[in-house]
């Protein structure tokens, strides 16, 4: 039978990001990464030391994920796919998908459990895009870059069941979350509606626990929705911030799960009373997650300088 949930706020990561995203668990470094999108920032926290790092850089950061080299992370930068170096601050492109501003920039991405880097692109100036949409990427090991679905306003809530057949994926303005078949051939096979966010909501990132679950951040909604596989609910978790973001399961068993939020367009009514927005929120009793992925450099390590 599966555990009763009863998460609640551990403790926070007093930062103030304007637009928190795409956190990171790193199980080899005991480290959560995740960026400021809006302030072009990445930041590291520290598990044993419990402190925070911040990190200016080339392009703001729609996503990221770890590779087979814990000196490099896998990243969706504004512009496209990048292999950055925190360290030094180095980064090598791989595919630039918008390397001219149109209004479109890339947002959520994560690793499957096959190595694939997917991350999609989202409308972030309509006046400017024109007609123009997002787009589903998928980075391969390899190199290679290919397009799986177009015409997206905000690509989100991109995450893996375990069994790793399908993807999760949500185009936020729809408010929907859908499954799409990953074919053995690498192709896409039709989506199917999973779940669709109720009221105020909207659709942000997701993350798959160790149980199959979904849990979903709720934009504008104050809340995280856990989801069963089947698409039903399993859990509301209320927050004190209205614009939670994205999640990553952490800490060294896996048990804490860390929110990150935004104070994007609050004014300063709103964050009088919401004072932990922009800050990292550590939730425990939440579940349990399970390792992250990994992007393998063996193919690409003459494109690392």
Request: glycine share 10%; net charge negative.
């Amino acid at each position: 039978m599966s555990p009763r949930l009863n998460p609640s706020i551990a403790f926070t990561i007093d930062v103030a990001c304007t637009l928190g995203e795409g956190p990171v668990w790193d199980d080899r470094l005991q480290c959560l990464w995740w960026t400021d999108i809006a302030e072009q920032r990445l930041y590291r926290w520290n598990w044993h030391d419990r402190t925070t790092t911040c990190l200016d850089l080339p392009e703001r950061l729609g996503s990221l994920g770890l590779t087979s080299d814990q000196e490099w992370l896998v990243c969706a930068f504004a512009s496209g796919f990048a292999l950055f170096n925190p360290q030094t601050g180095e980064h090598d492109w791989l595919h630039q998908a918008e390397p001219h501003y149109r209004g479109i920039r890339m947002n959520d991405g994560r690793v499957d459990n096959r190595g694939n880097f997917w991350a999609g692109s989202m409308v972030e100036d309509a006046a400017l895009a024109g007609d123009a949409r997002g787009t589903l990427y998928r980075l391969s090991p390899d190199g290679t870059v290919t397009h799986h679905r177009e015409g997206i306003g905000i690509s989100n809530a991109i995450c893996f069941p375990p069994h790793g057949n399908s993807l999760y994926f949500a185009d936020t303005p729809t408010g929907e979350i859908r499954e799409l078949p990953l074919n053995d051939d690498d192709t896409v096979g039709p989506a199917a509606p999973f779940a669709s966010v109720q009221g105020a909501g909207h659709p942000d990132g997701a993350i798959i626990d160790a149980e199959g679950c979904l849990w979903n951040a709720e934009w504008g909604a104050s809340q995280l929705t856990a989801y069963w596989p089947d698409g039903s609910i399993r859990h509301h978790m209320p927050l004190p911030v209205s614009q939670p973001t994205c999640m990553a399961f952490g800490g060294p068993d896996l048990d804490l799960l860390f929110v990150t939020s935004a104070r994007e367009n609050l004014d300063e009514a709103a964050l009088r009373q919401q004072p932990d927005a922009g800050k990292v929120l550590v939730l425990a009793q939440a579940g349990r997650g399970i390792p992250t992925a990994r992007f393998p450099l063996d193919q690409l390590r003459g494109q690392i300088r």
